[in-house]
């Protein structure tokens, strides 16, 4: 969950452009977009490096490096704007994605080892944390940056202090660093040899090839099947994305377009940005859903007629999202999109361990896992790019000494975002027809070493 955190950027969003004037749009969605690259490419050294010293040292060190980033991010309020978004680039995006990176990779590589009769599911169970990470620590972020109740599903359970925003940043790196270095702490791979009792591979069940072979790095990136199944991981990513990263301004666009003050009240104001900040929240519980259900329906159905279902699906919402702007709505259109999206997460990575086997679960997965941090760069990016600007709203605000001020909010207009994902998510349908599991015999096995497992 605290990896996961990393999907509540749209929170800051707005109180980062309240103290940065001078960015644009494109300029604030840049240490989002950044942070998905880097975790992505990360993965690769992280899941490297557990395959030979196992997954406990890696998660401490991944723990360590997150929760250093953000605390250096809480930093930034003390730099000028330019100074500003390089050193949150570098802190929160860099530090923070390469953190990420190596833990996010030790429990889904080392539960795939152990359960390898419910591989679907278990990678579901595994990442399902990741995706609910936005669903507490969003309106935690929320209240933190601008005082008020920690509430879930709108009820106030608890008074939050108002720290401001860069503030924010520091006390999310504490929580981070210490709940991933302790739950690292848990992990072990299986002994060497090991299969749960009673399981037997079947020919063809839930998605898995006939034979298991364990591909080497080098051999699975020269079948057809790695690369369709990495340009479908891109589409997905960017497509889902899109909306999650920017899941709180559209909100804001959505309502502050409908409301008539001029200037919006400051209680407007927030009931808007509560209400975003809880789609935020809602997405997030949906994401997490889906990596469950998809994976384990994906044992039955199998993982490729799964995949193609959740495209179709994912698409064709999508299409359909710019005239969801009514509240509850617009929260099932993107909850849509974000238990489809979460179910990317976990079908990807047992259709590697499928295709390609688990000794090289790590890196292998690694490599398929960049089409998510490419789509984590183009998502954010497109939504910006391709958003108009269809007029500015004055709205109330606190400023940094806790007065009342005027703030406009640049309203923006997503619909060719929205479009562009959706054909997206429906080419990458088409795309999953074609997929096949590569030939055990025509793929190279790799022996030539031994599996380095149990704690290190």
């Not at 400023?399 to 703030?407: F, S």
Request: hydrophobic content about 55%.
């Amino acid at each position: 969950m605290s990896l996961g955190a990393v999907y509540i950027w749209s929170v800051f969003q707005t109180p980062l452009l309240a103290r940065f004037p001078g960015w644009s749009e494109t300029q604030v969605t840049l240490p989002a977009q950044l942070v998905i690259a880097v975790f992505a490419f990360a993965v690769i050294l992280g899941g490297r490096i557990q395959d030979r010293l196992g997954p406990r040292l890696v998660g401490t060190m991944g723990g360590l490096i997150l929760g250093a980033g953000l605390m250096l991010a809480g930093l930034t309020g003390r730099f000028g704007e330019g100074t500003a978004l390089v050193w949150l680039v570098g802190t929160y995006a860099v530090l923070g994605g390469l953190g990420i990176g190596m833990a996010y990779v030790c429990p889904v590589a080392t539960c795939v080892k152990w359960f390898p009769d419910k591989r679907g599911l278990i990678t579901g169970l595994a990442v399902a944390g990741f995706g609910a990470g936005a669903f507490f620590f969003a309106p935690l972020a929320r209240g933190l940056i601008g005082a008020g109740d920690y509430a879930l599903f709108g009820i106030p359970l608890f008074p939050l202090p108002r720290v401001g925003v860069f503030e924010t940043f520091t006390v999310l790196g504490v929580i981070f660093l210490v709940a991933v270095v302790l739950g690292s702490q848990l992990l072990r791979n299986p002994p060497a040899g090991y299969c749960p009792a009673g399981f037997v591979p079947a020919d063809g069940a839930a998605g898995r090839p006939a034979a298991q072979a364990e591909v080497a790095p080098g051999a699975m990136l020269r079948t057809p099947a790695f690369w369709l199944l990495w340009l479908t991981y891109l589409a997905g990513s960017t497509a889902g994305l899109m909306v999650i990263m920017k899941a709180a301004p559209i909100w804001e666009t959505f309502g502050l377009a409908a409301t008539t003050e001029a200037p919006v009240s400051a209680e407007r104001f927030a009931s808007i940005a509560s209400a975003a900040a809880m789609a935020v929240a809602v997405l997030a519980l949906f994401n997490a859903a889906g990596r469950i259900l998809w994976g384990r329906v994906s044992d039955t159905l199998g993982r490729r007629e799964t995949l193609i279902l959740m495209f179709v699906i994912c698409g064709l919402v999508l299409l359909g999202l710019d005239w969801m702007r009514v509240y509850p709505l617009y929260l099932l259109g993107i909850s849509v999109i974000a238990l489809c999206f979460g179910g990317y997460l976990a079908l990807y990575p047992a259709i590697a361990a499928d295709y390609f086997g688990t000794r090289h679960m790590g890196v292998n997965y690694g490599f398929l896992f960049t089409a998510y941090g490419i789509g984590g760069m183009l998502g954010p990016y497109l939504a910006a790019a391709l958003m108009q600007t269809s007029g500015g709203v004055e709205y109330q605000a606190q400023d940094a000494t806790g007065a009342l001020a005027i703030q406009v909010f640049q309203l923006g207009e997503y619909g060719k975002a929205f479009v562009t994902g959706g054909l997206l998510c429906l080419a990458a349908a088409v795309v999953m027809l074609a997929v096949r599991a590569p030939q055990t015999g025509a793929a190279r096995v790799d022996v030539s070493r031994p599996i380095l497992v149990g704690e290190r």
